[in-house]
């Protein structure tokens, strides 16, 4: 998500299955990117260096989860919508048990 220094924007694309597909623009948050960053590192270095299960709802006393939800919140509702793609427009695979050649 936006991590090169000069990269001030994300294209985001949100595809459902029957009504579409919406295309939104994030601005880049470094405070954002650094504090995840960081939680990811932590889990990393806690859980999967260590080989050990987290605990039930790991980190939920770690005050930087109660930042991370306020700047996701601040990051989503300053996204743009770029384009909406009617679900008719989206080119769909056909099903896995119809042959590609014919």
Do not use: M, W
Request: with cysteine; aromatic share 8%.
């Amino acid at each position: 998500f936006c991590i090169g220094f000069h990269c001030r924007s994300a294209i985001l694309i949100r595809l459902t299955a029957t009504k579409g597909s919406i295309i939104h623009r994030i601005h880049r948050n470094d405070e954002y990117i650094e504090i995840v960053l960081r939680r990811i590192l932590k889990f990393f270095k806690n859980y999967v260096v260590a080989q050990k299960p987290p605990e039930s709802n790991f980190g939920s006393n770690d005050r930087t989860l109660e930042r991370i939800v306020e700047l996701t919140h601040r990051i989503a509702e300053e996204s743009s919508v770029i384009a909406r793609i009617p679900h008719k427009d989206i080119q769909r695979c056909q099903p896995f048990n119809t042959p590609l050649l014919r």
